[in-house]
């Protein structure tokens, strides 16, 4: 179910799976404390423990909280990824990918600033 209080831009990312451009979202360069929940849901979904500057245009975590995402093989755009989903209310976050930090997880949680909102440690 889509929250009415979604703007325009992030019903589009979310349940059309567009992509918002690179170096836009509010979230690339946050660094203080806290959980990334799902726009949509509010759902936790990243720690910010796990985000790092990948500087690739989106924010980027190494690793999710753990049954927060949900994986499927995505091969549109002529292109062979893996989406990631909100496991709650399948919003769309955007990708993973396997170029992330090797000392950690080696993953990239590539994800539109759009299909989050951040929720600062107390």
């Known amino acids: 179910m889509q929250n009415p209080n979604l703007s325009k831009a992030q019903r589009k990312v979310m349940?059309?799976?567009a992509t918002?451009?690179?170096f836009t979202g509010k979230y690339i360069s946050l660094k203080q404390g806290g959980i990334y929940v799902c726009a949509n849901c509010g759902a936790k979904l990243f720690s910010s423990d796990n985000?790092?500057?990948?500087h690739c245009g989106w924010p980027s975590f190494d690793d999710s909280l753990a049954g927060a995402?949900?994986?499927?093989?995505d091969t549109s755009h002529s292109m062979v990824r893996t989406e990631i989903t909100c496991a709650k209310c399948g919003g769309h976050l955007g990708h993973v990918f396997d170029d992330g930090p090797p000392e950690t997880t080696g993953k990239r949680y590539c994800v539109n600033s759009l299909s989050i909102d951040f929720t600062p440690k107390p």
């Open 69 to 73: 995402i949900t994986y499927t093989n």
């Open 51 to 54: 985000k790092y500057d990948s």
């Open 20 to 22: 918002e451009p690179p």
């Open 15 to 17: 349940f059309d799976k």
